[in-house]
């Protein structure tokens, strides 16, 4: 053997000393029989008219897991016989040459093996990942997701059981612009790795993309808890599949921070919710981001949160409403970009609407819906106050009174001082009925006080 | 009317007794109830409305107690009306210019520039600014409070600023009332030395001899045909009393 061994590398070194063959390849006596032709470029045409080059890779063979047998041994051919085959196509030479493999690795490492082997030819060969003549123990391919890559930047695809056919096949300049590029694929792949592969089953998709959305919450668990209160997942859990999951906003190989793009945020909404986000695009809000690239004006998110946002029809998300604008409408700062007021909101507080809201929260129920800055502004098609045909407009206005005051006419929406503090210009009446109670009440009082404390000292002085 | 017993003169019948009584009741609901929804920022006005069972339980209760109060208040000043106009009643508390007089006068002789208070008659200048403030400002909040309890119907007639100017008259007035009562009142009728620990008058009906000649000595020369101008025959029964 070690005979044959030093021989064959004299032989290699005497017969190819241009090829650069390194000193630790080894080619056998009856490989360089097959050597003497293959390593001279020629070409193989197969039927459907596709060429493969024949030539042999010297070097990337000496370094294969392989180097210690012979050319024959896979290939079946020696220096006597040498049969012409014919195939149809490249491929389906590969799928015949690749059954070889299988004479001597009888036994499949992982059920992925067994399952990829078993649709064979169609499917994938062994070759596909681990090479031919450059084959090598696997976990030498590659380190780390490279290792998981190596299969997976093939063009492979899963069938679902409904038919459904997702690609499996993963663009790595993808991976590497994602949040996640440090991770690797176990990280959110929990059960693979290296040694394992199991083969699992599902029935769609969906259901995958499911399933998978669950690796999230190991590491964001804050998140993830805050979803189980969200209407999404509620939406789920009573059967809607289409309900999305983490993935569905945040993407799954291309997963980037969410926070980044307001504009790229309202757009992930748009998916399942179209005619609200075409109504949202015409407001003032949704005009200023996208026309001006305005990053102050709140997105869905700012007012439906993003992972525990509820029901907007419910009561309760009705009543938060005005601290939502507040948020922003409160804001001095902010608002002074913009020569707004600060003040709507408290003049909503403390009026009849903002007073009644507030003991309504703190008594923890609504008895009657109460109007908030939505009814009058509106929701999704929010427009400047002096926009025209805006819906503040006293016209307009007295049909969203009659909403809940079925008796107002023409003149009720005067009774609302329109978020102004009264003043002369705004209010005059109110301001001045303010104003002389501001007089005399601390003129009575104090002259009343002071009548009193005359007559206590008189009734002391008299004693 | 009025009786005159061993040292005591009957000054109220039973029926202006019920009436000051319910009238302070109503009152008092009325201010726990509006007070907390003006002053609806405070922990204190906040743990009242939860405790009466919520925002609209106390509107309701401040809304029909203020009902009751214009069923006080209306018929009062209509009877009176009546009384005065066909019943020749006395109109003793009809403000006269001697009340603006007597209180100037009392203010001076607090401050030493005077010998003798104000003779008073029947009602004296402080009862007649309690009643016709409670007679004024009640109307004011009847009308005001109606406005603001039918806000729609109230703007079919009227422009729509009256009904902040309503809800601006109807809070700020209340705050005065409650302010005037608390203060004066209660003053009066409570810590006043002449009367602490209290004023029993509005319970009893009758008021004593001492305290009439002292505080109503123009209704009881009236009353009693006497004369208690020269300063005799004042100083005489006040000796007698203090002794």
């Given at each position: 053997?070690?005979?044959?061994y030093?021989?064959g590398?004299?032989?290699?070194?005497?017969?190819?000393?241009?090829?650069?063959?390194s000193?630790e390849s080894s080619v056998s006596?009856?490989d360089?029989?097959?050597?003497?032709?293959?390593?001279?470029?020629?070409?193989?045409?197969?039927?459907?008219?596709?060429?493969?080059?024949?030539?042999?890779?010297t070097e990337e063979l000496g370094r294969s897991v392989h180097r210690i047998i012979s050319?024959?041994?896979?290939?079946?051919?020696?220096?006597?016989?040498?049969?012409?085959?014919?195939?149809?196509?490249?491929?389906?030479?590969?799928?015949?040459?690749?059954?070889?493999?299988?004479?001597?690795?009888?036994?499949?490492?992982?059920?992925?093996?067994?399952?990829?082997?078993?649709?064979?030819?169609?499917?994938?060969?062994?070759?596909?990942?681990?090479?031919?003549h450059s084959i090598q123990?696997?976990?030498?391919?590659?380190?780390?997701?490279?290792?998981?890559?190596?299969?997976?930047?093939?063009?492979?695809?899963?069938?679902?059981?409904?038919?459904?056919?997702?690609?499996?096949?993963?663009?790595?300049?993808?991976?590497?612009?994602?949040?996640?590029?440090?991770?690797?694929?176990?990280?959110?792949?929990?059960?693979?790795?290296?040694?394992?592969?199991?083969?699992?089953?599902?029935?769609?998709?969906?259901?995958?993309?499911?399933?998978?959305?669950?690796?999230?919450?190991?590491?964001?668990?804050?998140?993830?808890?805050?979803?189980?209160?969200?209407?999404?997942?509620?939406?789920?859990?009573?059967?809607?599949?289409?309900?999305?999951?983490?993935?569905?906003?945040?993407?799954?190989?291309?997963?980037?921070?969410?926070?980044?793009?307001?504009?790229?945020?309202?757009?992930?909404?748009?998916?399942?919710?179209?005619?609200?986000?075409?109504?949202?695009?015409?407001?003032?809000?949704?005009?200023?981001?996208?026309?001006?690239?305005?990053?102050?004006?709140?997105?869905?998110?700012?007012?439906?949160?993003?992972?525990?946002?509820?029901?907007?029809?419910?009561?309760?998300?009705?009543?938060?409403?005005?601290?939502?604008?507040?948020?922003?409408?409160?804001?001095?700062?902010?608002?002074?970009?913009?020569?707004?007021?600060?003040?709507?909101?408290?003049?909503?507080?403390?009026?009849?609407?903002?007073?009644?809201?507030?003991?309504?929260?703190?008594?923890?129920?609504?008895?009657?819906?109460?109007?908030?800055?939505?009814?009058?502004?509106?929701?999704?098609?929010?427009?400047?106050?002096?926009?025209?045909?805006?819906?503040?407009?006293?016209?307009?206005?007295?049909?969203?009174?009659?909403?809940?005051?079925?008796?107002?006419?023409?003149?009720?929406?005067?009774?609302?001082?329109?978020?102004?503090?009264?003043?002369?210009?705004?209010?005059?009446?109110?301001?001045?009925?303010?104003?002389?109670?501001?007089?005399?009440?601390?003129?009575?009082?104090?002259?009343?006080?002071?009548?009193?404390?005359?007559?206590?000292?008189?009734?002391?002085?008299?004693? | 009317?009025?009786?005159?017993?061993?040292?005591?003169?009957?000054?109220?019948?039973?029926?202006?007794?019920?009436?000051?009584?319910?009238?302070?009741?109503?009152?008092?609901?009325?201010?726990?109830?509006?007070?907390?929804?003006?002053?609806?920022?405070?922990?204190?006005?906040?743990?009242?409305?939860?405790?009466?069972?919520?925002?609209?339980?106390?509107?309701?209760?401040?809304?029909?107690?203020?009902?009751?109060?214009?069923?006080?208040?209306?018929?009062?000043?209509?009877?009176?009306?009546?009384?005065?106009?066909?019943?020749?009643?006395?109109?003793?508390?009809?403000?006269?210019?001697?009340?603006?007089?007597?209180?100037?006068?009392?203010?001076?002789?607090?401050?030493?520039?005077?010998?003798?208070?104000?003779?008073?008659?029947?009602?004296?200048?402080?009862?007649?600014?309690?009643?016709?403030?409670?007679?004024?400002?009640?109307?004011?909040?009847?009308?005001?409070?109606?406005?603001?309890?039918?806000?729609?119907?109230?703007?079919?007639?009227?422009?729509?600023?009256?009904?902040?100017?309503?809800?601006?008259?109807?809070?700020?007035?209340?705050?005065?009332?409650?302010?005037?009562?608390?203060?004066?009142?209660?003053?009066?009728?409570?810590?006043?030395?002449?009367?602490?620990?209290?004023?029993?008058?509005?319970?009893?009906?009758?008021?004593?001899?001492?305290?009439?000649?002292?505080?109503?000595?123009?209704?009881?020369?009236?009353?009693?045909?006497?004369?208690?101008?020269?300063?005799?025959?004042?100083?005489?029964?006040?000796?007698?009393?203090?002794?």
């Amino acid at each position: 053997m070690l005979c044959r061994y030093v021989l064959g590398i004299l032989l290699v070194l005497a017969a190819f000393p241009s090829n650069g063959f390194s000193a630790e390849s080894s080619v056998s006596a009856a490989d360089q029989t097959c050597m003497m032709c293959h390593s001279q470029e020629q070409d193989l045409t197969f039927d459907a008219g596709e060429k493969v080059s024949l030539k042999v890779n010297t070097e990337e063979l000496g370094r294969s897991v392989h180097r210690i047998i012979s050319c024959s041994d896979c290939h079946g051919f020696t220096a006597d016989q040498h049969p012409k085959r014919t195939f149809k196509n490249h491929r389906q030479y590969t799928a015949f040459s690749a059954k070889v493999c299988t004479q001597c690795h009888v036994s499949h490492k992982t059920k992925i093996h067994e399952k990829l082997l078993s649709q064979s030819p169609k499917g994938t060969v062994c070759s596909d990942c681990h090479g031919f003549h450059s084959i090598q123990r696997a976990r030498e391919l590659s380190k780390g997701n490279h290792y998981c890559l190596n299969c997976h930047q093939r063009e492979l695809s899963i069938t679902f059981k409904t038919g459904e056919k997702q690609s499996i096949h993963i663009n790595e300049s993808i991976l590497n612009i994602s949040v996640h590029k440090n991770l690797s694929c176990t990280d959110c792949h929990f059960g693979f790795s290296s040694e394992e592969h199991p083969l699992r089953i599902f029935k769609s998709k969906r259901d995958y993309s499911i399933a998978m959305s669950e690796s999230c919450r190991r590491c964001h668990f804050d998140k993830y808890s805050r979803t189980l209160e969200g209407i999404h997942y509620n939406l789920l859990t009573h059967g809607n599949l289409n309900a999305p999951v983490c993935t569905d906003c945040h993407g799954a190989h291309s997963v980037y921070s969410g926070r980044k793009e307001k504009l790229a945020n309202a757009k992930k909404c748009e998916r399942c919710h179209p005619e609200v986000y075409k109504v949202y695009t015409q407001s003032v809000h949704g005009g200023a981001l996208i026309l001006e690239h305005n990053e102050d004006v709140p997105i869905c998110s700012d007012c439906h949160k993003a992972h525990d946002m509820t029901d907007p029809r419910t009561t309760d998300f009705r009543n938060a409403v005005p601290q939502m604008c507040g948020n922003c409408h409160a804001d001095k700062d902010l608002m002074k970009k913009y020569g707004l007021s600060t003040a709507v909101v408290d003049t909503y507080l403390q009026d009849f609407h903002g007073v009644t809201l507030k003991f309504y929260k703190q008594q923890g129920k609504s008895v009657k819906p109460i109007a908030v800055c939505i009814d009058c502004h509106g929701i999704h098609d929010i427009t400047k106050v002096n926009a025209p045909n805006a819906p503040m407009i006293k016209a307009n206005l007295v049909k969203r009174c009659q909403k809940c005051h079925p008796a107002a006419t023409a003149n009720f929406p005067d009774s609302w001082v329109s978020h102004y503090k009264p003043s002369l210009k705004k209010a005059p009446l109110v301001y001045m009925i303010n104003f002389g109670y501001k007089v005399f009440i601390p003129f009575m009082i104090i002259g009343l006080i002071l009548q009193i404390i005359l007559h206590i000292w008189r009734y002391a002085v008299n004693r | 009317m009025k009786k005159f017993g061993d040292e005591y003169i009957r000054r109220f019948s039973s029926a202006r007794i019920i009436e000051h009584w319910l009238n302070a009741i109503v009152f008092a609901v009325l201010v726990l109830t509006g007070l907390s929804q003006k002053f609806h920022d405070y922990s204190a006005a906040q743990w009242i409305v939860m405790t009466l069972g919520g925002i609209d339980a106390t509107r309701i209760i401040h809304r029909y107690t203020g009902i009751i109060f214009a069923g006080l208040t209306i018929p009062h000043i209509l009877a009176a009306s009546f009384g005065f106009l066909f019943l020749k009643w006395q109109p003793s508390i009809i403000i006269h210019k001697n009340d603006f007089r007597d209180a100037i006068v009392n203010i001076r002789y607090y401050l030493g520039l005077e010998e003798h208070p104000a003779r008073c008659d029947r009602f004296d200048y402080k009862q007649k600014f309690e009643y016709w403030g409670v007679v004024v400002g009640g109307i004011l909040m009847i009308v005001t409070g109606a406005l603001l309890w039918i806000p729609t119907v109230a703007a079919r007639f009227l422009p729509g600023e009256f009904i902040p100017a309503a809800k601006a008259l109807h809070t700020n007035e209340a705050l005065l009332a409650f302010l005037v009562i608390v203060i004066w009142h209660i003053y009066n009728a409570v810590f006043s030395p002449e009367v602490f620990p209290i004023d029993t008058v509005m319970f009893t009906g009758k008021i004593s001899k001492e305290r009439m000649i002292h505080e109503h000595p123009l209704e009881y020369e009236r009353l009693f045909g006497v004369s208690l101008k020269s300063p005799e025959d004042e100083n005489a029964p006040e000796e007698r009393t203090t002794t």
